[in-house]
Structure formats: C-alpha cells, structure tokens
DNA sequence: ATGGACCCTGTAGCCGCTACAGGGTCAAGA
DNA sequence: TCTTGACCCTGTAGCGGCTACAGGGTCCAT
C-alpha cells in the first residue's frame, strides 16, 4: 500500500503521515524500486492509534511512550494508566479554565444593549479587570492543544 | 516608565511586550536619549486591556479589532458584540469537545484494573475505536490555543 | 573605574501540523 | 512511443503566541 492509500484508510493526510515518521511515531516503511513508502496492515493499525490517541488530545511525546509500552505486553500497565489518568487530569483542568472564560465572556456579552462604542460594557469590562465577576484564567495561561 | 516596570505593572514578561509591539498591538513608545522605550499610563491601559483579552482567550487578531474599535468611540458597538459573540461560541464549541474527550479517557481509564499491558482496557480502546462509546472529536481537531 | 541591573536587536525554538517548490515514477490512453 | 496526469519524493518555511537565547549597549551606585 503507497502512503496515499494508507492516508486514505486512516482519514490522515499524505504530509502528516510523513511528519509522524519524521518524529519517531510511526516506523519507516519498506520502500520499492521506485523509492515509495509501502506500508502493510501493521502500518494501518499504528496510525489509527496514533490518531485515535491525538483525537483524545494526547501530545506526541504521549503517544511514543504508549505505543512503546504496547510493544512490551508482558510488562505491568501502570504506566499507561499513569499517562491516561495524568491526561485525563490535564483536560479536566482546562474544561474548568474555559468555564471560567465563558461565564466571564457570557456575562459580557449579555450586558451589551447596543449604543455606541464611547459606552460599550463588553469593552468597559476588558479595560477594567475590576468589573470581571469571576477569577478568570491570567493572559498566557498556556491551553493544551 | 522603561520596559520593566511596564512589565511589573501589567504581569508581562518584557519579551511579550517587545512581541505585542512587533505585532502591532501596542504602539511604539518614546525612547528615551539611550534608545530605551519609555512608557506612560496610556501604555499601561492599553496592555492591561490586551492582557485580560488574551487571558479571555480572545486571539490577536481579534485584540487588534476591539482595540481598533475602542479607538473610535462614535460607532455603534456592534461589531465588538459580534466578536466577544463570536468568541464566546467558539469556547464553548471547545468546551463541548474537551468534554467529548473527557468522558471517553474517563470511562477507559475507569475500566483498567491493573495488570499486563497485554491486556490493558486503555490501550485496547485507543486501537480500536469502536470501543468507544462516544464519538469524540477526529484526530487533528484544532483546538483553540 | 567597575560591577551589576537593566536595556537593545535579531534570531531560533516550541507544537503539530500544513503548504509549498522542484523534482521523480508509473500506468493508461492517443 | 510519447504524453498526460495522478501520484510520489525531499526539503524548507510558515502558522500563533510567545520564550529564550546571543551579543552587545546604558546607566547608576560604589
């Protein structure tokens, strides 16, 4: 199977594929005489882990250790479990960061009964962190991506 | 008032206003004799403001226009509602995907009980997506940052 | 005169892709 | 046989929003 198939089979485009190789996710394939990628069924069923995985919002380092893990069936599985629950912690966390903003940014937002921007509360309310209700997030506060 | 102290005042790293300045977020200040920036309270409100939109998740782009809009105090502030609108949706598309992603690490996480890798709920579910029960969000989601 | 705290510019790195440019390969049809 | 066009290859640069240097300059107190 040429890397288009494969991409095609996993819904990941041609580009990603080649980037998940260049980082160490998915091990290089057999080439042909012509010098193309031809990847077999184990091909298939690591990118789909590996996007199932980044679907979930594991990060690559994530998805290297669990995939390293699952070439090892005969170790314990606490590790994995360790990555899963700190990641499950992870988006748990921003879940209530993003609440924050949107109670923040709804109150905002239903404030505003038109006019002209000289008396607009939405930006009142960015000028002055003192008319915020809640404690939303500090700016640069990193969001997983 | 010379780089640091801005800083101090606002809680920015003297890189990030070099940056916001760069970018055309915050105008070039005065310089002093020896080629210092040298702020006034002005600059403190403007970068206050940036902050606490930055901290609401807004993006810079979307800074540059409420700043814009801020600057013309006669306009109807439509077009700021429109986009603290726009923002707003945005987060809580977000927050209903992040909440996709929790519910299926919890229930797979829930589901370990310890023991060989070999057999571990985690790693079986992230090979095959049919164990999901939810259908979360497909790999390569972009997620506001 | 010297040390150290601060400031300057410019550049490169982070993440997870994405999008080229500039070429090569291969199979089908004229 | 030649050509077309779909596919493939490598390498590099870009996105956003910073952050972190390197390699220098300025300023003030001792």
Redesign the interface.
């Known amino acids: 199977m040429k890397i288009g198939e494969l991409g095609r089979r996993t ?2 485009k041609v580009e ?1 594929i080649r980037y998940y190789e260049r980082v160490g996710l998915l091990p290089p394939p057999e080439r042909t005489e012509g010098n193309y990628r031809s990847y077999a069924k184990a091909h298939v ?1 690591r990118l ?10 594991f990060d690559i380092a994530e998805i290297r250790s ?1 995939l390293d ?2 070439d ?7 590790e ?2 360790r990555i ?2 700190g ?2 912690e992870a ?2 966390e ?2 209530a960061q ?2 924050k ?2 109670r ?3 109150r ?2 239903g404030q ?1 009964r ?7 509360h ?2 009142e ?3 002055d ?1 003192a008319l915020c209700s809640t404690d ?10």
Chains 1, 2 share one sequence.
Do not use: Y
């Open positions: 819904a990941t990603t069923q789909s882990f590996i996007r199932h995985a980044r679907g979930l919002g669990l893990l699952a090892q069936p005969e170790r314990e599985c606490e994995v479990d899963a629950t990641h499950l988006v748990e921003k879940i993003l609440e903003m949107r923040e940014l709804a905002m937002v505003c038109g006019g002209r921007v000289a008396s607009c939405v930006l309310v960015l000028a962190h939303h997030a500090p700016a640069g506060t990193p969001l997983l991506s």
